[in-house]
């Protein structure tokens, strides 16, 4: 929804307490991801993951960036709130585009409709990642993808678990198989798309990369 100045709204839902992890710096790249928001325009407001799902009416894109709150060493999952739950819920009917990055696939698991919507999720022992390094990823057919070298210095995760169709805009290759790292889809009344890379700040360096965020920002916001 526009404000008074015309700006899109933008929700950034952040990993804090249960949602950080000892591998992610999640406050750089929370402050990446606004940066880059603002520069096409929207207006940002950063939050705690189940806050921020408590305040999603005239958002025009939820962005998260968050952990695991069930892995191993974490402390016992707390449980969220029936507000945070059918925040998320309504948001979905009613439209909102999604951008989940990096962990994103692996968080928000006490919430039934995010794995859904998202389309893939991240199985502990199954799903893994080679080491971090700097890559050069494959661009799909997609209108989403890009004429530019997708180069960047990011994890590549592989072998999720699909949950329905997705649209494919970029991958890569391990182990002989391909394995998609960006995707788009539709659901109840969203768009929402998926970006895997955004371990750490380096990612956020890749010109290529920024450029994408900004397209598929775009695209979930019609």
């Known amino acids: 929804m526009l404000n008074a100045h015309g700006t899109r709204q933008a929700m950034l839902a952040s990993a804090d ?6 591998w992610h710096p999640f406050t750089d790249t929370t402050d990446c991801l606004r940066r ?3 520069r096409i325009g929207f ?3 950063v939050a705690p993951v189940d806050e921020a799902m408590q305040h999603l009416q005239d ?11 069930w892995r ?10 029936a507000a945070s739950i059918s925040g998320i819920e309504s948001a979905l009917r009613g439209g909102i585009g999604v951008l989940a990055m990096h962990t994103s696939l692996s968080s928000l698991r006490d919430y039934p409709a ?7 999720i991240w199985l502990p022992g ?9 890559t050069q990823l494959s661009w799909s057919k997609h209108p989403l993808a890009g004429t530019e070298t997708l180069s960047v210095f990011d994890e590549r995760y592989a072998y999720l678990q699909a949950i329905g169709d997705s649209e494919i805009v970029a991958e890569h290759e391990h182990d002989g198989v391909q394995h998609p790292l960006v995707w788009v889809r539709e659901h109840l009344g969203s768009r929402i798309a998926v970006d895997l890379l955004g371990h750490d700040t380096r990612s ?4 290529s990369h920024l450029a994408l965020i900004e397209r598929l920002a775009n695209w979930v916001t019609r």
């Open 17 to 22: 307490g249960r949602y950080t992890d000892p």
């Open 36 to 38: 880059v928001l603002q």
């Open 43 to 45: 207006e940002v407001t």
């Open 59 to 69: 958002i025009d894109l939820l962005v998260v960036n968050a952990g695991d709150p």
């Open 72 to 81: 191993h060493d974490a402390p016992p999952a707390t449980g969220v709130s």
């Open 114 to 120: 995010w794995a859904p919507a998202t389309g893939r």
């Open 126 to 134: 199954i799903s893994m990642h080679p080491p971090i390094s700097e």
């Open 204 to 207: 956020y360096e890749s010109e």
